[in-house]
């Protein structure tokens, strides 16, 4: 199968998951009841009638926090597929095994800095 083959049988599935989306939410909108209400129509939370305004200012250690998570759920991704190579490196790839290992040993130590430097500014503790 060649390279354009490949993308066209692609190409293909896309559209056809996409016109069966539209399918699906266009018998969705036909069969589905409207009955608006005014009752309906009313903001919902969680059962209670809401109260006050609806912007509210956030801490930023929270999005400190969030940040710090996402870095190190993209150092796992970037972990995984490192693994699985690093065993296939002999001397005769024009990697190193000991290249591979350095550089994956620094990341991680940068990695695990900027941690070290969070940690010391008291970002990581909840209160």
């Keep these: 199968m060649s390279f354009g083959e490949q993308y066209g049988t692609l190409a293909i599935l896309v559209i056809a998951g996409s016109v069966l ?3 699906i939410m ?3 909108r036909v069969m589905r009841p409207s009955v608006p ?3 309906k ?8 009638d809401a109260a006050g305004v609806g912007w509210s200012q956030t801490s930023i250690r929270y999005y400190v926090f969030a940040f710090l998570f996402v870095i190190f759920d993209v150092e796992a991704l970037f972990l995984l597929p ?3 190579i690093v065993g296939d490196l002999d001397a005769t790839t024009p990697i190193s095994p000991t290249f591979a ?3 994956m040993f620094l990341f ?4 695990l800095e900027g941690l070290a430097y969070a ?6 503790t909840w209160e």
């Design 21 to 23: 989306y539209a399918i």
């Design 26 to 28: 266009l018998l969705n």
């Design 37 to 39: 209400t005014p009752q």
């Design 41 to 48: 129509l009313t903001t919902y939370e969680c059962g209670v």
């Design 82 to 84: 490192w693994a699985v």
């Design 101 to 103: 290992i350095v550089a």
């Design 108 to 111: 991680v130590g940068t990695l």
């Design 119 to 124: 940690w010391k500014k008291g970002v990581l």
